[in-house]
């Protein structure tokens, strides 16, 4: 019993501070072409609800791999921070889009951004600005390391 009080209070410190607690981080590395960042996995309605939601920062290596059955899919920047590239992939790992330089959204009505097909299986949350600078294009194969 006492070690759920202290699991919710290190829970709740952690979203007091936006998420920056490191609790049981996991982190997995994935390449995409050239790059390789350092990745949460958002495998659960839960996590990909969250996102990166209250993050105030984001080391430029790292990032959070969404998880998804196959279809299509929609982001929004409602209360996040950071501005974001985001990267859809296909079943087989394909990137088949990149939205670059999508703007953090703290208003009551957020722009969504969705995939252009319906065969999206994972999508790449990463720095605005970081798949250019790092020379990630369409076609580029995701690996999960």
């Known amino acids: 019993m006492n070690r759920l009080w202290l699991l919710m209070a290190a829970i709740m410190m952690g979203i007091a501070l936006g998420g920056r607690l490191a609790l049981a981080l996991e982190l997995t590395r994935v390449t995409v072409g050239p790059a390789t960042f350092q990745v949460e ?16 920062e984001l080391p430029r290596d790292r990032g959070m791999l969404f ?27 394909r990137l088949l889009q990149i939205e670059a330089g999508v703007l953090p959204c703290v208003t009551p009505t957020c722009p969504v951004y969705p995939s252009a097909t319906a065969t999206v299986r994972y999508v ?22």
């Open 41 to 56: 996995m958002a495998r659960t309605v839960e996590e990909r609800a969250r996102g990166l939601m209250f993050r105030r």
């Open 67 to 93: 998880v998804q059955a196959p279809g299509p899919a929609a982001f929004w920047m409602k209360n996040t921070y950071i501005a974001l590239d985001l990267l859809y992939f296909d079943a087989d790992g």
């Open 124 to 145: 790449l949350e990463i720095n605005a600005g970081e798949a250019a600078r790092r020379g990630i294009r369409v076609g580029d194969q995701l690996r999960l390391e």
